[in-house]
Structures are given as C-alpha cells and as structure tokens.
C-alpha cells in the first residue's frame, strides 16, 4: 500500500505540474500569436515578438509549439483567429473584462457567459464595464541582478517616453501611454535593460474588494475563465479580503 500511496503522490505531483506547465505554455502561445499578427511573424523586425519569443525558451516550451503560434498567426492551417473582448460583472458586482482569441465566437461567448452565470455574476453589453478601466502600455524590468537604483530607472523610464513608475523590491513596473510603448520599450532596450513584460494592457481607475462571503465564488468565476483556453487575459476592478488571498 506505502509503493502505491507513493507512485499516487508522484503521479499527483507530476499531473500538477504538468498543468501549470500546460497554461504556461498556452499563455505564451496566445502572446507569440498576438505579438506576430500586430508586429509580423519576423522576429528581428518585431521587438514585441523576440521578447515572447525570448519568454518561450526561457520556459523551455517545444519548438513545435513556438512554430504552432506563428502558422496561427500567418493564416497557415486553415483556422483563422480573432480577439474578443467581453464585459461583466462578478458575484459582488465587480467590474471584469476577459480578452479571447478564438476560432469560434459563439463557443467562447457560451463558455464564458456560462462561466459568469454558473458563479452569480453576469455578462453584460459592449462598454457596460469598460470604462472603468484604462489602457496603459506596461513594461516591467526584474530588479533582481540589476544594477540600477530607483532615481536611474526613473530617468531612463521618462527619457524613454514613461508617464510613471513604480517600483516595489523585486521589478520597476513602467507605464505608458498606449501609442508610446513600443518606442519606450525599444529605448529601455537600447540602453541595455532586459524586459519582463511590454505589453499594452488594462488597468481598473479604482478597485472594490469583494465581501467575504462572495470571495470563493469569485475565485471560482476567475479559475474557470483561466481553464477556457480561449481566454487570453483577464482585467478584474476587484481585490480578494486578506483574509482569503
């Protein structure tokens, strides 16, 4: 019984990791597909799609799946892919918004209509939560190894074309505006930084933390949007109580 409770436990450990490998792997699929249909499948002319690219190896991700992305991306394979966005409330009436990538709109609108409906939320029309949000390029560098203090960062960042920064113990998070990312995120790499992040992305004007009695229904809405494999990203005006995260 201990040989059999021990290969349980192994196998158990294994399949965990294997999943967390697998949604690794599909975000970065989803970003490699992003990043080669705005900027072009070439990554030495595509900043955005070397960076991704860079995140793929690092990640150890087959090379199978890299090429995948980019056919997807290049309109090879018959599929064609479009981004999506939907608009809805959570349990506590949070604000969230779910960007997709998907080959069929009406089975990722079901799922994830289902997915509000099943955990007490609900989706609603085009623009009903959206303004609430701001769209902000995002660029965020890893403290870790890098000798630079905050005051050298902060000029870099805003001779490259920042609005704002913050910085916390590991990494200096960049903000931009949308249209300047690019050009922000090619300045910081002239000067020799390596990025974690460059991505144009959602941020909530304010945040609303959700009651405790709804937080693990929240938390179940969020974990089944993340398991949709169509769904690319998700923006949430909401905070979990202490007491729960």
């Not at 705005?38 to 030495?44: H, W």
């Not at 998907?102 to 997915?115: F, L």
């Amino acid at each position: 019984m201990s040989g059999h409770s021990k290969w349980h436990n192994i196998q158990g450990r294994k399949n965990a990791q294997d999943a967390k490998r697998g949604k690794i792997f599909q975000k970065i699929s989803r970003d490699l597909y992003q990043a080669a249909k705005a900027g072009g499948p070439d990554p030495d002319g595509n900043p955005q799609l070397r960076l991704e690219m860079d995140k793929a190896r690092a990640a150890n991700m087959p090379k199978d799946n890299i090429k995948r992305a980019l056919d997807k991306a290049s309109g090879l394979g018959g599929a064609k892919f479009e981004e999506i966005t939907y608009e809805g409330y959570g349990p506590a009436g949070t604000a969230i918004m779910v960007a997709a990538l998907t080959d069929n709109k009406n089975r990722t609108a079901a799922a994830v209509r289902s997915a509000f409906t099943h955990h007490g939320g609900s989706l609603g029309a085009a623009g009903s939560v959206s303004y609430m949000f701001d769209r902000k390029g995002y660029i965020v560098i890893l403290r870790d190894g890098l000798d630079t203090d905050e005051d050298t960062m902060l000029m870099d960042a805003l001779d490259a074309g920042a609005d704002d920064m913050e910085t916390t113990d590991e990494e200096f998070k960049i903000y931009t505006d949308p249209s300047s990312e690019i050009a922000a995120r090619n300045a910081l790499q002239d000067k020799g930084y390596k990025l974690d992040t460059a991505e144009v992305r959602m941020f909530p004007q304010n945040t609303t933390e959700v009651p405790e009695a709804k937080a693990s229904q929240y938390q179940g809405l969020i974990e089944e949007l993340e398991d949709n494999d169509d769904v690319s990203d998700i923006y949430e005006a909401a905070v979990l109580p202490e007491s729960v995260e």
